[in-house]
Antibody, heavy 123, light 110 residues
Framework: QVQLVESGGGVVQPGGSLRLSCATS????????MHWVRQAPGKGLEWMAF??????????AYADSVKGRFTASTDSSKNTLYLQMNSLTTEDTAVYYC??????????????WGQGTMVTVSS | QSALTQPASVSGSPGQSITISCTGT?????????VSWYQHPPGKVPKLIIY???NRPSGVSNRFSGSKSGNTASLTISGLQAEDEADYYC??????????FGGGTKVTVL
């Protein structure tokens, strides 16, 4: 059974950091690209970051709103995707989803989604 | 990267057909075949319903169809059903190797 399970969400103060995890199972983690997408309360979906099937960091991609603050990474031995979030602001409050791309590259066809983890940035 | 433009809401009666537009630019929608559509019911996880402009994943109803002309992509839902009530989002790959979502469209079945 293909499954994505996010964890690591919580409440953090402005300026703080948080690391989200996305544990995957049921498919070849190294074959597919992986994405992070978020949804702020009352807002639409917003794409955050992409990790291609090969792990060369130069091919990772980020939205302008988080570039330089958020970093995606992986632990292939654990089939897990991470999102390190630094310098958080209240604007980063959202449900964060990880999602699998149908392909190894960034096709935008996100066919499997996790349940999401809530991040609240508040003092 | 600006969000793709979608109408805020679209409604229709059961059995009718509705179309949701998704307007981008020559740097995203107009440049690539990588346009996807997602159905996001309240309280649930987004579901891929169209990929690469007009392809349906296995298990998705053939009442959903996609198309593209120039910088605008469209999602058509035919034979509208109560279960189709949800928010719908388009995405496109961009020349900057990123993805961009549309602002979302709330579909209401009257």
């Amino acid at each position: 059974q293909v499954q994505l399970v996010e964890s690591g969400g919580g409440v953090v103060q402005p300026g703080g950091s948080l690391r989200l995890s996305c544990a995957t199972s049921g498919f070849s983690f190294s074959t597919h690209g992986m994405h992070w997408v978020r949804q702020a309360p009352g807002k639409g979906l917003e794409w955050m970051a992409f990790r291609p099937n090969h792990e060369s960091a130069e091919y990772y991609a980020y939205a302008d709103s988080v570039k330089g603050r958020f970093t995606a990474s992986t632990d292939s031995s654990k089939n897990t995707l991470y999102l390190q979030m630094n310098s958080l602001t209240t604007e980063d409050t959202a449900v964060y989803y990880c999602a699998r791309d149908r392909y190894g590259g960034n096709s935008g066809g996100l066919d499997i989604w996790g349940q999401g983890t809530m991040v609240t940035v508040s003092s | 990267q600006s969000a793709l433009t979608q109408p805020a809401s679209v409604s229709g009666s059961p059995g009718q057909s509705i179309t949701i537009s998704c307007t981008g630019t020559s740097s995203d929608v107009g440049a690539f075949k990588y346009v996807s559509w997602y159905q996001h019911p309240p309280g649930k996880v987004p579901k891929l319903i169209i990929y690469e402009v007009n392809n349906r994943p296995s298990g998705v109803s053939n009442r959903f169809s996609g198309s593209k002309s120039g910088n605008t992509a469209s999602l058509t839902i035919s034979g509208l059903q109560a279960e189709d009530e949800a928010d719908y989002y388009c995405t496109s790959y961009t020349r900057r190797s990123t993805l961009v979502f549309g602002g979302g469209t709330k579909v209401t079945v009257l």
